[in-house]
């Protein structure tokens, strides 16, 4: 059978690839949390961490070992199996998106080899993100049920029910940037926005698709549950939310799954409206650099760079922005968004059919 | 036994185990979970038939969509094994009977059946390209009939909700 053969050196290839991702997104995301707690500080004309190392840069360290050391409490009368099943799925489905980002061009090496920095190339790539997220919500609806109180089973009924309402503008407001780009493909997508400037017009779908970013973002916004849209935690009316009964290093597995989705939704975001690792002037860069690795690691930097600014967005509008109520939320959910993706996508097929028809 | 028939058969003992799962756990939650690996070992197979398409819509509407409103409801009515409802020797009766009228009826359609071997060949018909051109072009027409009534289920579903709503405020 031809369909799956394995190659060891292809095998080793990836195996790598996926640790260095792996351990990357984990990094991030532990500085994420020490980020989100000096941009906090910031907007609120404080401090911040600063005891832990210089800038309270071992801040994260701490937390973890903190995290780790908790003593470790399972409700007796929740359902064990489930109950740890919960954190896990959360943290699965957290680290599963990042399969599919294209986090550099290929590059070729000396001896003719081509390196392409993504897992997997799928022909259904953006399809793929929709499943991981659509799963996402089973670790925050099982760990929530399973802790048998009835503050977390609201929480994560609240979360499930936001999950599903969202899932639908998100997935309107793409199609009509899928019609543009024609293709599913992750990697084919960023191809598309090569450098900044193509045929007289900006060449990233953010200028092209600006209505529909706004709705992927605030959808976005949502399907992270982060502030305002974080109603699920929302500890003015539900105490903490659906990680409620869970203590020690469980607990550290629901709120770091939390930063690791930031991340890598982030890096989604930027891949399907920003360019992914394209930049200005990559073309007159590469030329003169005459160094493949080299460019190959400046389109790195390029997007970590982007990933960042826009981490640094999410966490800006969530101290910034109070929490929206239940009601409303769903309100802006069916009433507004779904409305306005719907025109969205139609005004873009109108445009595509009788501009851009090629027969 | 190459790569492909290992995987065709975990594939295969996961889908049938899980499937059985469903039917013979005590409580709602698991029966629910157990679809739910179901549905992924199904996945599983259409990927080795290389329809990726069908593989990840089957996960986003049933696994991602349908499966958690199941789960909606049966957290929200907190149904659990001691009060599910004992049903009386008559109704059980009648389940044996009906489930044995079922499997006479498979048997015979089962004992003339043809196997059909699957190609070996790699077969690009679950591609998206593919299936969309085939959808939007030969089967035009069954596709926008079951959009209607997809239309008219939805519109079914608001107009129950909007019933209840108003017996209430009244």
Same mark, same amino acid.
């Given at each position: 059978?031809?369909?799956?053969?394995?190659?060891?050196?292809?095998?080793?290839?990836?195996?790598?690839?996926?640790?260095?991702?792996? $351990?990357?997104?984990?990094?991030?995301?532990?500085?994420?949390?020490?980020?989100?707690?000096?941009?906090?500080?910031?907007?609120?004309?404080?401090?911040?961490?600063?005891?832990?190392?210089? $800038?309270?840069?071992?801040?994260?360290?701490?937390?973890?070992?903190?995290?780790?050391?908790?003593?470790?409490?399972?409700?007796?009368?929740?359902?064990?199996?489930?109950?740890?099943?919960?954190?896990?799925?959360?943290?699965?489905?957290?680290?599963?998106?990042?399969?599919?980002?294209?986090?550099?061009?290929?590059?070729?090496?000396?001896?003719?080899?081509?390196?392409?920095?993504?897992?997997?190339?799928?022909?259904?790539?953006?399809?793929?993100?929709?499943?991981?997220?659509?799963?996402?919500? #089973?670790?925050?609806?099982?760990?929530?049920?399973?802790?048998?109180?009835?503050?977390?089973?609201?929480?994560?009924?609240?979360?499930?029910?936001?999950?599903?309402?969202?899932?639908?503008?998100?997935?309107?407001?793409?199609?009509?940037?899928?019609?543009?780009?024609?293709?599913?493909?992750?990697?084919?997508?960023?191809?598309?926005?090569?450098? $900044?400037?193509?045929?007289?017009?900006?060449?990233?779908? +953010?200028?092209?698709?600006?209505?529909?970013?706004?709705?992927?973002?605030?959808?976005? +916004?949502?399907?992270?549950?982060?502030?305002?849209?974080?109603?699920?935690?929302?500890?003015?009316?539900?105490?903490?939310?659906?990680?409620?009964?869970?203590?020690?290093?469980?607990?550290?597995?629901?709120?770091?799954?939390?930063?690791?989705?930031? $991340?890598?939704?982030?890096?989604?975001?930027?891949?399907?409206?920003?360019?992914? #690792?394209?930049?200005? +002037?990559?073309?007159?860069?590469?030329?003169?650099?005459?160094?493949?690795?080299?460019?190959?690691?400046?389109?790195?930097?390029?997007?970590?760079?982007?990933?960042?600014?826009?981490?640094?967005?999410?966490?800006?509008?969530?101290?910034?922005?109070?929490?929206?109520?239940?009601?409303?939320?769903?309100?802006?959910?069916?009433?507004?968004?779904?409305?306005?993706?719907?025109?969205?996508?139609?005004?873009?097929?109108?445009?595509?059919?009788?501009?851009?028809?090629?027969? | 036994?190459?790569? #492909?028939?290992?995987?065709?058969?975990?594939?295969?003992?996961?889908?049938?185990?899980?499937?059985?799962?469903?039917?013979?756990?005590?409580?709602?939650?698991?029966?629910?979970?157990?679809?739910?690996?179901?549905?992924?070992?199904?996945?599983?197979?259409?990927?080795?038939?290389?329809?990726?398409?069908?593989?990840?819509?089957?996960?986003?509407? #049933?696994?991602?969509?349908?499966?958690?409103?199941?789960? +909606?409801?049966?957290?929200?009515?907190?149904?659990?094994?001691?009060?599910?409802?004992?049903? =009386?020797?008559?109704?059980?009766?009648?389940?044996?009977?009906? =489930?044995?009228?079922?499997?006479?009826?498979?048997?015979?359609?089962?004992?003339?059946?043809?196997?059909?071997?699957?190609?070996?060949?790699?077969?690009?018909?679950?591609?998206?390209?593919?299936?969309?051109?085939?959808?939007?072009?030969?089967?035009?027409?069954?596709?926008?009939?079951?959009?209607?009534?997809?239309?008219?289920?939805?519109?079914?579903?608001?107009?129950?909700?909007?019933?209840?709503?108003?017996?209430?405020?009244?």
């Amino acid at each position: 059978m031809l369909l799956l053969q394995v190659d060891m050196a292809f095998l080793i290839e990836k195996i790598l690839l996926i640790t260095v991702i792996l $351990f990357g997104s984990l990094g991030i995301a532990m500085y994420a949390t020490w980020g989100e707690r000096k941009v906090a500080a910031v907007m609120q004309d404080r401090l911040g961490p600063d005891r832990a190392g210089p $800038f309270g840069l071992l801040q994260p360290l701490a937390d973890g070992l903190k995290l780790f050391m908790k003593e470790e409490i399972i409700p007796d009368r929740s359902t064990k199996f489930l109950f740890i099943l919960g954190p896990c799925l959360s943290m699965l489905t957290a680290l599963m998106t990042s399969a599919i980002v294209p986090w550099g061009p290929d590059f070729v090496a000396a001896s003719g080899h081509i390196f392409t920095l993504q897992v997997a190339d799928i022909n259904i790539g953006v399809l793929y993100v929709f499943g991981v997220v659509s799963l996402g919500v #089973y670790g925050i609806m099982l760990g929530g049920w399973a802790s048998n109180n009835k503050f977390s089973l609201l929480s994560s009924i609240r979360s499930a029910s936001q999950a599903i309402s969202y899932e639908l503008p998100m997935g309107i407001s793409l199609i009509a940037l899928l019609m543009m780009t024609g293709t599913l493909s992750l990697r084919e997508i960023v191809q598309q926005q090569h450098g $900044f400037w193509a045929d007289g017009y900006f060449s990233w779908n +953010f200028f092209k698709q600006p209505l529909g970013f706004i709705i992927f973002l605030t959808c976005s +916004f949502a399907e992270l549950n982060r502030a305002p849209f974080d109603l699920p935690e929302c500890e003015s009316e539900l105490n903490m939310g659906y990680h409620q009964e869970y203590s020690s290093m469980k607990l550290g597995f629901y709120l770091f799954a939390e930063y690791i989705n930031l $991340f890598v939704s982030s890096a989604i975001l930027i891949t399907l409206f920003f360019g992914g #690792y394209n930049f200005p +002037f990559m073309d007159q860069v590469a030329t003169g650099l005459n160094s493949p690795i080299l460019f190959t690691l400046i389109c790195v930097l390029a997007f970590m760079t982007k990933v960042i600014c826009m981490i640094l967005f999410f966490m800006f509008v969530r101290w910034t922005l109070p929490r929206f109520r239940f009601d409303q939320l769903m309100k802006l959910g069916w009433k507004s968004l779904i409305p306005l993706a719907l025109v969205n996508m139609l005004i873009t097929a109108a445009v595509i059919l009788l501009f851009f028809n090629k027969p | 036994m190459g790569i #492909y028939d290992i995987a065709f058969w975990i594939l295969t003992v996961i889908a049938i185990g899980c499937a059985l799962g469903v039917i013979l756990s005590r409580n709602p939650i698991n029966s629910v979970l157990f679809l739910i690996a179901t549905f992924f070992a199904i996945s599983g197979h259409y990927l080795l038939l290389n329809a990726q398409f069908l593989a990840i819509v089957n996960i986003i509407v #049933y696994a991602g969509a349908i499966m958690v409103l199941f789960l +909606f409801v049966i957290m929200l009515m907190n149904l659990n094994a001691d009060v599910e409802p004992q049903k =009386g020797r008559l109704v059980q009766l009648a389940g044996v009977v009906s =489930g044995g009228a079922l499997l006479l009826v498979l048997l015979a359609a089962l004992r003339t059946a043809k196997y059909p071997t699957l190609e070996s060949t790699p077969n690009e018909i679950g591609l998206i390209q593919n299936l969309g051109k085939v959808l939007f072009t030969q089967y035009v027409l069954p596709f926008e009939i079951s959009s209607v009534l997809f239309l008219s289920a939805m519109i079914g579903a608001i107009v129950i909700g909007k019933k209840e709503d108003s017996t209430h405020s009244a």
